[in-house]
T-cell receptor
Framework: DQQVKQNSPSLSVQEGRISILNCDYT??????FLWYKKYPAEGPTFLIS?????DKNEDGRFTVFLNKSAKHLSLHIVPSQPGDSAVYFC??????????FGTGTLLAVQP | ETGVTQSPTHLIKTRGQQVTLRCSSQ?????VSWYQQALGQGPQFIFQ???????GRGNFPPRFSGLQFPNYSSELNVNALELDDSALYLC???????????????FGAGSRLTVL
């Protein structure tokens, strides 16, 4: 029973264009939503988060959107850069403080 | 400020053996969580330790056990290894287990376990 789904295993984008990564969740009780980025041979690194009481959070080139009625989360990267090429995981947090991760989306930004 | 360090980085075991993985928390962090990442999957929560006691456990059998030491470092032990235990094991530390926020975890690079 997957509570967090990332339906696109991979995404290819041209440098300078927008990258949009999507995530769907099933439980409306989650209170925080996070995005992590993972390079090969490194651990996941925190990118950006959003509280369930907000619908948008922005940090530089990265913006996370939350649509609670659709139980949908998205990460926008603009402009995309080759260094953004990595696996992106969305994660959700509930009352227990554990994180539940999606399966990840491999982003490739082409120069 | 040192990050999260894990050892060993790679190891190979045979079915039925036991393994111990080690983790040093980021400086100032008092909570440690362990995650298992199988190939093609996202990290899955194993358990969390706070003040040297288990504070939450995921859907893993009792042969997965852990310890947290007074210096906040931690060990993950897996007994009676099975082929499906082959995975990347990630340790993550955080500042406070009951933080009323996003609970941002700082991950180590992981220990890749192969069970033959």
């Amino acid at each position: 029973d997957q509570q967090v789904k990332q339906n696109s295993p991979s995404l290819s984008v041209q440098e300078g264009r927008i990258s949009i990564l999507n995530c769907d969740y099933t439980n409306s009780m989650f209170d925080y939503f996070l995005w992590y980025k993972k390079y090969p041979a490194e651990g996941p690194t925190f990118l950006i988060s959003i509280s369930s009481i907000k619908d948008k959070n922005e940090d530089g080139r990265f913006t996370v959107f939350l649509n609670k009625s659709a139980k949908h989360l998205s990460l926008h990267i603009v402009p995309s850069q080759p260094g953004d090429s990595a696996v992106y995981f969305c994660a959700v947090k509930g009352a227990t403080n554990k994180l539940i991760f999606g399966t990840g989306t491999l982003l490739a930004v082409q120069p | 400020e040192t990050g999260v360090t894990q050892s060993p980085t790679h190891l190979i075991k045979t079915r039925g053996q036991q393994v111990t993985l080690r983790c040093s928390s980021q400086s100032g962090h008092n909570t440690v969580s362990w995650y298992q990442q199988a190939l093609g999957q996202g990290p899955q929560f194993i358990f969390q330790y706070y003040r040297e006691e288990e504070n939450g456990r995921g859907n893993f059998p009792p042969r997965f056990s852990g310890l947290q030491f007074p210096n906040y470092s931690s060990e993950l032990n897996v007994n009676a290894l099975e082929l499906d235990d082959s995975a990347l094991y990630l340790c993550a530390s955080s500042l406070e287990v009951r933080v009323a926020g996003a609970n941002v975890l700082t991950f180590g690079a992981g220990s890749r376990l192969t069970v033959l």
